[in-house]
């Protein structure tokens, strides 16, 4: 069973940087990939970005060219570097782990970390 733990959330200004973390117990080596979400209020949670096993990453087009995602298997960590922060970020982030077995999907999440963009 795969847990996994947010951190790095908080208050920020404008134009500012976070670094979200994801610290996966039982290894993330056997994770197919790993993202990161995020949910407004209000909204629905939406993929901000995604990293395969193989390094492969994808973004919304929302955070391109701002937002980092990387994995450090050592670790067992994954990293959101957030740049250029606009108040529309403001949202729960979530971590998200996939595996996929034998034609089965499955999904992991870690429980939120706040992240607020205002002066």
């Known amino acids: 069973q795969v847990q996994l733990v947010e951190s790095g959330g908080g208050l920020v200004q404008p134009g500012g940087s976070l670094r979200l973390s994801c610290a996966a117990s039982g290894g993330i080596f056997s994770l197919n990939a790993m993202g990161w979400y995020r949910q407004a209020p209000g909204k629905q949670r939406v993929l901000v970005a995604r990293?395969?096993?193989?390094?492969?990453?994808n973004y919304a087009d929302s955070v391109k060219g701002r937002f980092t995602i990387s994995r450090d298997n050592a670790k067992n960590t994954v990293y959101l570097q957030m740049n250029s922060l606009k108040p529309e970020d403001t949202a729960v982030y979530y971590c998200?782990?996939?595996?996929?077995?034998?034609?089965?999907?499955?999904?992991?999440w870690g429980q939120g970390a706040q992240v607020t963009v205002s002066s």
């Open positions: 998200n782990g996939v595996r996929l077995a034998l034609g089965v999907k499955y999904d992991y």
């Open positions: 990293i395969t096993s193989g390094g492969s990453t």
